[in-house]
């Protein structure tokens, strides 16, 4: 059992590059997440997913793309990098079985945009 | 927008003292949750608790949720080196999406 997994865990981008961050999980979820960590600052959501074929904007998804195909995956899309896309993603998925509510997180992928 | 706000920014402490983490949000929540990421790593959810709830416990964690202030306080006991870490609460919502909202977290020392 291998919890949420994320690939890759570095990349460096040139502004205007394209790439897909990929993000699978083995726990049977439904509602997966992408998030991204700024330096000194929480996460912020970009997309999520509520279940397979179904997609929706977070709190800052401009920029961004994502495609849920397969149950236990959640693709996140920069399809022409910024500098400002430079951060930390982390991508979780919700245990909604009874009530522990819990988000379990991948251990990220440090983008970096030139 | 930021929901949680932590406080302190950051915290450095003795090994065996107690932590005390602050987590104040802005709108009616369903739930509140604290998570801990150490460094360079994703976050680890260490406990729940749902807005008619009061305290909750889970092993040396403390928990406690005022709603009338809209605030919530993390208290680790008998700290060890191990917790440095900087923790997270989150705030959960409205209903469907069951999004979170995260603070920008306080950063725990604990000294050996």
């Known amino acids: 059992n291998a919890g949420v997994t994320q690939t890759p865990k570095f990349r460096v981008l040139k502004t205007g590059q394209s790439m897909t961050l990929l993000c699978a999980q083995d726990m049977n979820h439904e509602y997966m997440y992408w998030y991204r960590q700024d330096p000194g600052m929480g996460l912020r959501l970009i997309h999520y997913?509520?279940?397979?074929?179904?997609?929706a904007k977070g709190e800052v998804p401009d920029g961004y793309n994502v495609s849920r195909l397969k149950k236990q995956n959640f693709l996140l899309g920069l399809e022409s990098a910024a500098p400002s896309q430079t951060s930390v993603y982390f991508c979780?998925?919700?245990?909604?079985?009874?009530?522990?509510?819990?988000?379990?997180f991948g251990p990220g992928t440090r983008l970096t945009v030139l | 927008s930021q929901q949680g706000e932590e406080d302190p920014q950051a915290l450095s402490i003795q090994e065996g003292e107690n932590a005390t983490m602050n987590c104040s949000y802005k709108?009616?929540?369903?739930?509140l949750q604290w998570y801990r990421q150490n460094s360079g790593r994703g976050l680890v959810h260490l406990i729940l608790?749902?807005?008619?709830?009061r305290e909750k416990h889970s092993g040396r964690l403390r928990v406690t949720l005022d709603t009338s202030k809209k605030s919530s306080s993390l208290l680790i006991t008998a700290s060890r080196a191990a917790d440095t870490a900087s923790y997270f609460c989150a705030t959960q919502s409205g209903a469907g999406s069951y999004q979170l909202t995260f603070g920008k977290g306080t950063k725990l020392s604990v000294i050996p």
């Open positions: 709108t009616s929540i369903n739930n």
């Open positions: 608790i749902r807005s008619n709830e």
């Open positions: 997913s509520v279940g397979e074929g179904t997609t």
């Open positions: 979780a998925s919700r245990d909604d079985r009874g009530f522990t509510d819990t988000q379990y």
